[in-house]
């Protein structure tokens, strides 16, 4: 039986916005490992499923295709997200200046 992994990917650091982070995505896990090969010296493997990744618009959405084609999954819920609110009038504060 296939292994599957659903999570919310994080934005990553060249985002400022969160476009790509609404989205649920199904990984599938390594099958076999990676291995350099002794020509070239490249890191590959035989499992195809490894470059397959599946986005869905709801975690529901990707739990029902996984049960629909018998995979086992694996759901990682997504860490919240803290909101500092900052005010602009701080950058010229006195207090926030020297700490």
Partial sequence: MTEARIYQPAKTAMQSGR?????WVLDF???EARRADSLMGWIGSGDTNAQV?????SKEDAIAY???HGLSYQVQA???RR??????SDNYSFRFRFE
């Fill in 19 to 23: 476009s790509n982070t609404k989205n």
């Fill in 29 to 31: 896990e390594p099958a």
């Fill in 53 to 57: 990744r599946l986005k869905f618009a």
């Fill in 66 to 68: 996984a049960d629909k």
């Fill in 78 to 80: 997504p860490k919240r």
């Fill in 83 to 88: 909101v500092q609110p900052k005010n602009y």
